[in-house]
């Protein structure tokens, strides 16, 4: 996650976070082992981990944090690091929620775009390009969804009404 990216979310902070250092576990079911991990910072709402590698650990999870245990949720994550929000700490609206959930695996769509379409000052590109590239982003979103952790879901409706309005189309 670039630095802007990461600055945005850190504005979208209530509470102030702690810098610590200790131990904590990941726990993704009763059957499977605790994975370990350091925590950064902490507050009563969230924490900011650090693994050997986030791939592969599911949106919503619990962290055991000095032997307590906390039903958390995934708000972003880098290959090494994660912020953790704590399920019960958040009385949030569902609307918002949703949104919330949609930042990380639009970002990663985002870095998918660029490695895919490496992007020049000078390219001129067509509206049938431009529609087909539209396409393929919509087509990668799943994939996107499962690189950040996210449950694959419906690619947000406010954003292709966004880019539909962008593009002077009616909704």
Not at 5 to 11: N, Q, S, T, V
Not at 21 to 34: D, G, H, N, T, Y
């Amino acid at each position: 996650m670039n630095q802007d990216a990461m600055a945005a979310l850190a504005e979208q902070r209530r509470h102030f976070r702690k810098r610590v250092f200790r131990s904590a576990q990941i726990v993704l079911s009763e059957e499977a082992p605790k994975l370990e991990c350091k925590v950064i910072d902490l507050s009563a709402q969230g924490v900011r981990l650090r693994l050997s590698t986030t791939y592969g650990i599911p949106h919503e999870f619990d962290v055991i944090i000095d032997g307590k245990r906390k039903p958390s949720r995934s708000v972003w994550r880098t290959n090494t690091e994660m912020g953790v929000m704590f399920s019960d700490a958040s009385q949030r609206s569902a609307d918002f929620t949703r949104h919330e959930r949609d930042i990380v695996p639009l970002i990663e769509l985002l870095k998918m775009a660029e490695e895919k379409w490496p992007s020049s000052e000078s390219d001129e590109i067509s509206e049938t390009e431009l529609l087909s590239r539209d396409q393929a982003l919509l087509d990668m979103w799943p994939e996107a969804c499962r690189r950040t952790g996210v449950l694959v879901h419906e690619f947000p409706i406010g954003v292709i009404k966004r880019w539909q309005q962008e593009m002077g189309w009616p909704n």
